[in-house]
């Protein structure tokens, strides 16, 4: 009963019914999303997926955010290419339970659905079916976690689908039959192997999660039949994608029931795999420290960190070739943090990446994974040339965790670094603006104003 129930839900959710912090949540969540899809929009995994495709669109309706010359394109396609510029630097958020990039999917397929309608889409519509469409994608992630990631799918968009599905089945007020159906069109076309991390084909997944999750909503709005079991029946999704799965209690326990999981979201103050974040903060508290006691990172004889053993696994590679394998390096996490005190899209831009004096430090680190470290924790030691006693840093909880959480400053601060040099200030701030008050938005169509 699982994918009825999850239907039942969504089609009974109404925005009164919403706690104001989800209602918040959701909000920060779009507003993360707008600043990490324009950041993305000029990125060669966007550019060329839209070059590729360019004489296959049709008729323009919805807005390519960041987009040179504010291109429209039509709304199968503005999902794809939207969430892949929304991924591509990795700078997306994070449901901490599962790993998943929720907003990715659901907001590229609503917000180019919600353009295409010959109707308004309020701000308190949109965050509903935001809210609907990333709760029923994290609770059916948390039915199959870790098992479903730990095979080898890349659980962002294997479960992003069913999230765009259900939240665009919302916005087009489809009925309990019609959403089932939806979330079973969803459901079988599964997308994403972890192989592909490190390649432009990761960030193509969010893309495709949404268009795929677009078209479910759009056929079962016509009368396209699925399985009304898709989720829980023997071969359904929970069954064929893990061996292991929590289905019905993770269904039993959306929103008031449970709790409300986007809730739980996390926003990445790095552009990198999470799991990279405690030692670039560790490092970027070592760089200052650095600084301060006039020590260049010339002076740097070993650093040593200690891990979560997933670390490793996830971001083992030692010598990365270019920006997106760098991503998957805590290594070069490392480097940046001692080299530049920071860690942005610049810091992970090919060139860096490949510069001799990055090259030279992260040869000059070793990592070791400890079990006994969360996932958001690591020590610190790094030996300088001339000091008996090396600098030591325990990050117990990274910036940007649910502990330490990025707060609104440090989000506009990250939208306005990434929005600048694409939109320019004056826009920037102007978008800024806009987003931020989403819920008091009459028509979200209105985006195309200022992006």
């Known amino acids: ?96 339970d599962t790993i998943i990039h929720p907003t990715g999917p659901v907001a590229a397929a609503l917000l180019a659905m919600a353009e295409a309608r010959d109707q308004p889409c309020s701000g ?68 994403g192997l972890r192989e592909m991390f490190g390649s432009h084909t990761k960030s193509f997944h969010p893309g495709r999660a949404a268009q795929n999750g677009l078209l479910a909503a ?30 019905d209690a993770e269904i039993a326990s959306l929103g008031p029931a449970g709790r409300w999981e986007i809730a739980q979201n996390a926003f990445k103050p790095f552009p990198c795999g999470i799991v990279v974040h405690p030692i670039i903060d560790g490092c970027v508290g070592i760089h200052a420290e650095m600084k301060k006691q006039g020590i260049a990172a010339a002076q740097i004889e070993e650093v040593h960190a200690d891990v979560h053993p997933l670390v490793l696994e996830l971001t083992g590679k030692k010598t990365p070739k270019d920006g997106l394998e760098a991503k998957f390096s805590v290594y070069h996490g490392a480097t940046i943090g001692l080299l530049f005190g920071k860690g942005t899209p610049a810091q992970y831009e090919d060139a860096v990446v490949n510069d001799a004096s990055v090259v030279a430090l992260r040869s000059l680190i070793k990592a070791t994974a400890d079990p006994s470290l969360r996932a958001d924790e690591c020590r610190l030691t790094v030996k300088v040339k001339g000091q008996s006693a090396p600098i030591v840093k325990h990050v117990d909880h990274a910036v940007g965790s649910l502990e330490v959480p990025m707060t609104d400053a440090l989000l506009t601060e990250k939208f306005v670094d990434q929005c600048i040099p694409v939109l320019g200030e004056k826009r920037t701030e102007t978008a800024s603006a806009w987003c931020w008050g989403l819920e008091k938005q009459a028509d979200v169509r209105r985006i195309k104003d200022v992006l």
Not at 140 to 157: E, F, R
Not at 219 to 245: C, D, F, H, M, P
């Open 1 to 96: 009963m699982a994918t009825q129930v999850l239907a039942n839900w969504a089609v009974g959710l109404k925005y009164a019914s919403i706690p104001q912090e989800v209602t918040q949540a959701a909000v920060r969540s779009f507003y993360n999303w707008v600043g990490c899809t324009v950041g993305g929009s000029a990125h060669p995994a966007t550019t060329i997926a839209r070059t590729a495709l360019a004489r296959f669109s049709g008729p323009p309706t919805s807005r390519l955010l960041g987009s040179d010359g504010s291109v429209d394109v039509d709304a199968m396609h503005a999902a794809l290419f939207n969430g892949i510029a929304s991924h591509v630097h990795d700078y997306d958020d994070t449901h901490l």
């Open 124 to 191: 308190p519509d949109f965050i509903t079916a935001l809210v609907a469409g990333i709760e029923a994608e994290c609770k059916v992630g948390k039915a199959v976690w870790p098992d479903h990631y730990d095979v080898g799918w890349h659980i962002t968009s294997t479960t992003g689908s069913i999230g765009a599905a259900v939240a665009v089945s919302k916005l087009l007020s489809l009925n309990a039959s019609q959403t089932a159906h939806a979330i079973g069109v969803a459901a079988t076309q599964v997308t």
């Open 218 to 247: 759009l056929l079962a709005a016509e009368g396209y039949t699925s399985s009304e079991q898709a989720l829980e029946a023997k071969r359904g999704w929970a069954n064929v994608a893990s061996t292991i799965n929590n289905l």
